[in-house]
């Protein structure tokens, strides 16, 4: 336990060793140095950390070398002259094999002062003392710092009340807030990314200084944007992060597309749900049930393709009709604009999004076995996510409503159950190959090798037929005579 002034920070044992070692390395080099940020206020707030920044009066890549020579074995230190930083990292595992998840993160820095140039939000640096790198801190939450020196190990020094904001819940600068936005814009995504995962209120002055600012996050590139946007999405309650961006008017500027779902039309007496907050509540119930980030952003484009296909008809009221198939046609460009991964991660959202209406629909008919095996087919190895995303989706005001939709929504899952048990259609493979079908007609790659290919997979579907090999193959033989195909003697 490492005791301050005012209470009792609970490190562990592990943690409080490293952070002695430091001190005397400290000691060692006539300097001073403290412990800053995110784990004085991660520690305060108590929730876990696997990493500590330290900045010292003086030169943070010579204290880090020192602090690394005090270990056994000897931790290496990768240091970045340029920008007078340094990283070690300590294993605390006991095995042999080294495992990443125990390493302790260190990162030492020298205390130092900052000015910017406006078109950028990269500072120009120059060594200072703890209270000029305080006073560049984000928020005074975070600039928070413990010394690490002998004569006054432990001693909090808390410049900013932010103690007292932790105790009072809220996010606010140091300094005067729209010169801190102005500097650096990232800020402003994150004061909103602090506020979703820790539940916080951003101070009043703050948060219009954000509002007066939102043109500036212009200058940020977009990875460093996506990044921050990917934090809140991992929070409990994203919603909480998102609702800030809508009122901040950053989500205007950096996610359109999400602002087009705001508002309900109505015409005759007839409206539709708000579909932005709708996605909200999506998104947030899929966050109850995961943290796979890759399905919590198919929670939250599901329904994007929504704005481009609505319309009011007579008699029926306002129509959404195919907008699972522009959604999904939207997801690359969204996933290109905003730097997410163009790779598997993005097809599995897109496929999500195009296949999200389809558990729903079946609990509005008879199910037939075969809408659930193609269903199956459709989905594969990412039918569990699609029915999470799906249950997600049911959102009403009316709870008998919801509480009918989840009723015939664990109907289907049951008929689900039966069908894969029967037919083993998860992450399906045709019993018959378009080779075996060239080999065994002396074919070559043609349109009647699809046709065979295609005539099996819908029989099997269907239920003709039932999934394997031998009765696929017989199957095979049937439809090639009715192209008049024989088989190879």
Not at 252 to 264: D, K, R, S, T, V
Not at 344 to 373: C, G, Y
Request: with cysteine.
């Amino acid at each position: 336990m490492l005791s301050l002034l005012s209470m009792d920070i609970e490190c562990s044992q592990q943690e409080l060793f490293i952070l002695k070692k430091i001190a005397k390395a400290t000691e060692k080099l006539n300097t001073k140095s403290y412990l800053i940020g995110g784990f004085v206020r991660d520690k305060i707030i108590g929730r876990n950390t696997k990493d500590a920044d330290i900045v010292c009066v003086g030169d943070g890549i010579e204290l880090a070398h020192v602090t690394a020579n005090l270990f056994n074995p000897i931790p290496s230190v990768a240091f970045f002259k340029n920008f007078g930083t340094a990283q070690i990292k300590i294993n605390f595992s006991s095995e042999k094999e080294e495992n990443k998840n125990n390493f302790f993160e260190i990162e030492f820095v020298g205390a130092r002062t900052e000015s910017y140039n406006f078109n950028s939000r990269k500072p120009v640096v120059q060594p200072g003392t703890l209270q000029d790198d305080q006073n560049r801190r984000d928020f005074t939450i975070n600039a928070l710092a413990i010394s690490l020196n002998k004569e006054d190990f432990g001693k909090l020094i808390d410049p900013f009340n932010g103690l007292q904001h932790i105790e009072q819940g809220i996010i606010q600068t140091p300094l005067e807030p729209s010169q801190t936005f102005s500097d650096d814009p990232l800020r402003m995504m994150r004061a909103i990314r602090f506020a979703t995962q820790l539940n916080f209120e951003i101070e009043k002055n703050t948060f219009e200084a954000i509002t007066k600012n939102v043109e500036r996050i212009n200058i940020i590139s977009q990875e460093r944007i996506t990044d921050e946007l990917n934090k809140i999405m991992l929070s409990d309650k994203p919603s909480i992060g998102f609702e800030l961006l809508n009122k901040s008017g950053l989500l205007e500027i950096i996610f359109p597309q999400m602002m087009a779902l705001h508002g309900a039309e109505y015409v005759d007496n007839k409206g539709h749900k708000d579909n932005f907050y709708h996605t909200l509540q999506v998104l947030d119930n899929i966050s109850n049930t995961t943290n796979d980030l890759w399905l919590r952003w198919a929670a939250l484009l599901h329904d994007i393709g929504k704005p481009a296909t609505k319309k009011f008809e007579e008699n029926i009221g306002w129509t959404f009709h195919g907008h699972e198939v522009i959604g999904a046609k939207m997801v690359p460009k969204i996933f290109s604009k905003l730097k997410l991964p163009l790779n598997e991660k993005m097809r599995f959202v897109q496929k999500l999004v195009a296949l999200h209406l389809r558990p729903i629909s079946l609990t509005k008919e008879n199910i037939t076995d075969s809408a659930i095996r193609r269903l199956l087919f459709d989905a594969g190895k990412d039918i569990d996510s699609l029915m999470l995303l799906c249950k997600a989706d049911i959102t009403s005001k009316n709870k008998q409503k919801v509480q009918r939709f989840i009723h015939n929504f664990s109907l289907v899952q049951e008929r689900m159950k039966e069908v894969e048990a029967n037919d083993n259609l998860r992450n399906w493979q045709p019993p018959i190959t378009g080779e075996l079908i060239m080999q065994t007609f002396n074919l070559t790659p043609s349109r009647k090798v699809g046709i065979i290919k295609d005539a099996i997979r819908e029989a099997i579907l269907d239920g003709v037929i039932e999934n394997n090999y031998e009765a696929a193959y017989n199957y095979m033989l049937i439809k090639a005579k009715e192209l008049n195909l024989q088989p190879v003697q």
